[in-house]
């Protein structure tokens, strides 16, 4: 609109000067965001993990939130052969996204990216390392719980998501069956067994230097949960495989080991081929990147085959490549699927900067996809361009992570941002107390949500920003935890 009235009051100008005015008029308005502060985005994004905390809190830079979900395992379920484990203590972790349910899939997947991002970029979070630490444990801390309180089982999730889904209440007055979820032999899920032995696996990494006894306990309860995962094999959501997890899992207990017998344990899972996604529930491209670096960096063609499949995984995704699967809005960003999209492109982009480093320190190699010769700067670029597009520089000039910037997503789906906090309103707000008028109202949240990423803006780069519109306005942890590395990345000193 505002460029048709230049040309009405410009008619006598030549076509050539028009579109220089406009090239200049575009280049202007994306210059207002054109140098994102990746330092201030990584800070912010990591702060955001306090706010999905359950338990028992400590103090805590975002104060508005209070410890919640104190009986969570106490109704662990009766067994005959366990009479007197019925009431565990499955506190603390994360809830999972705008909901204040623990899903232990996701919620491992969270873990293992973040842990991921430690070890690929220890020194580039610099301040944040601690932090990043922190954020880390209060996962691993409730996942051992989860691994070790029962044997013979491993429990997977706390609260049950219908009840909680049909209400609007903040963590902290939860009043919903807190059903404890559990896999056993009988009943398995390799699924989310082998994605807890990842998480487990790669934290232990991230805590050899700083805490040597906390880091044995987690690998050794990776192998535990691992060999539980390999030997009883079916998946606890059935709409979904296992085989992916089966690799990511032994794939980060063969890093923290550099056992041979987990080399035999990845090839006898197999699988992903022509795979052009990386999610929560799609580890195969993340598998791949991440035992290709074996081949890459240490010349070990033992794991040639990973290298290949990350390889044309890349293709999938570049848009110049003729291999592209992906899609990409008139913008420039990767548009993978309507729901929570920005979810896939942290993920994805957080493989596309590791696996840039890879090549750059294996000699700077590079590979073709057809035509295109793909180089480390190649991945990086894009990645960058998905990281800028998210801290603003979009169409709508919007920042999709809340608190970064000035124009930012002000009516997030989230239970405990969207409600005054029990600080400012302490009567209980009961299951449907929360609707009216918070969740149907127009106002913008009381509690702002530090940090949290968005599912982000439609194909036509359009974010209505509505409290109701989850598959756009709600945060995930692990839309976050993706986004850690590739912020740190761009963030610190190379
Ligand atoms: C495994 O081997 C690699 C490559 O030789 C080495 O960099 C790494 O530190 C080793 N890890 C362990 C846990 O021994």
């Known amino acids: 609109m505002d460029n048709y009235l230049i040309i009405s009051s410009t008619s006598t100008m030549s076509l050539s000067h028009f579109l220089l005015l406009v090239i200049f008029f575009n280049l202007s308005l994306l210059c207002v965001q054109c140098n994102p502060d990746y330092r201030d985005a990584l800070a912010k994004s990591i702060i955001f993990f306090q706010g999905q905390r359950s338990g028992h809190l400590p103090p805590q830079d975002i104060s508005w939130r209070g410890s919640s979900g104190l009986s969570d395992g106490s109704l662990a ?24 349910v623990k899903f232990n899939l996701p919620m491992a997947y969270t873990t293992t990216l973040l842990s991921w991002s430690v070890i690929e970029n220890s020194r580039k979070l610099g301040p944040q390392l601690p932090a990043t630490r922190e954020a880390i444990r209060w996962a691993t801390d409730y996942l051992l719980k989860c691994a070790r309180a029962t044997p013979e089982r491993l429990y997977v999730g706390v609260g049950d998501p219908n009840a909680d889904h049909k209400c609007w209440e903040r963590p902290e007055d939860m009043d919903t069956a807190r059903t404890a979820y559990y896999v056993t032999p009988t009943s398995p899920g390799s699924d989310v067994a082998g994605e807890t032995a990842a998480a487990l696996a790669a934290a232990s990494i991230v805590f050899k230097k700083v805490d040597e006894s906390y880091s044995k306990l987690l690998l050794s309860t990776a192998k535990d949960v691992l060999q539980f995962a390999m030997q009883h094999r079916g998946s606890y959501s059935d709409f979904l495989g296992s085989n992916d997890e089966l690799l990511w899992g032994a794939g980060w207990v063969y890093k923290a080991t550099n056992e041979t017998y987990y080399v035999d344990l990845l090839k006898s899972v197999g699988g992903g081929e022509g795979i052009d996604i990386f999610s929560w529930d799609n580890k195969y491209a ?20 990973y290298r290949q ?154 974010f209505p920003d509505e409290r109701g519109d989850y598959t756009h306005s709600e945060p995930t942890t692990y839309t976050n935890a993706a986004l850690v590395g590739p912020l740190a990345s761009f963030a610190g000193k190379s």
């Open 77 to 100: 379920g009766v067994s005959a052969l366990h009479l007197f484990s019925c009431i565990v203590d499955l506190t603390g972790g994360y809830y999972d996204a705008g909901d204040n």
């Open 286 to 305: 993340g598998a791949h990147v991440l035992l290709a670096k074996k081949s890459l960096v240490n010349n070990d063609e033992t794991f040639g085959e």
């Open 309 to 462: 499949k990350a390889e044309d995984f890349m293709c999938k995704i570049l848009p110049d490549s003729p291999s592209s699967t992906t899609k990409y809005t008139a913008g420039g960003l990767m548009y993978k699927m309507g729901a929570s999209n920005l979810q896939y492109v942290t993920s994805i982009t957080f493989l596309l900067t590791t696996y840039s480093k890879y090549m750059a320190k294996a000699n700077y190699h590079t590979f073709t996809c057809g035509k295109l010769v793909v180089t480390p700067e190649t991945l990086r670029n894009l990645a960058r361009r998905q990281v800028d597009y998210i801290l603003g520089d979009n169409p709508m000039k919007m920042s999709y992570m809340v608190g970064y910037g000035t124009n930012y997503p002000k009516r997030i789906h989230h239970r405990g941002s969207s409600l005054p906090s029990v600080a400012v309103h302490s009567e209980e707000i009961g299951c449907e107390g929360g609707f009216q008028p918070y969740y149907y109202g127009s106002n913008p949240n009381p509690n702002t949500l530090i940090g949290a990423v968005v599912g982000g803006p439609d194909q036509n780069d359009f």
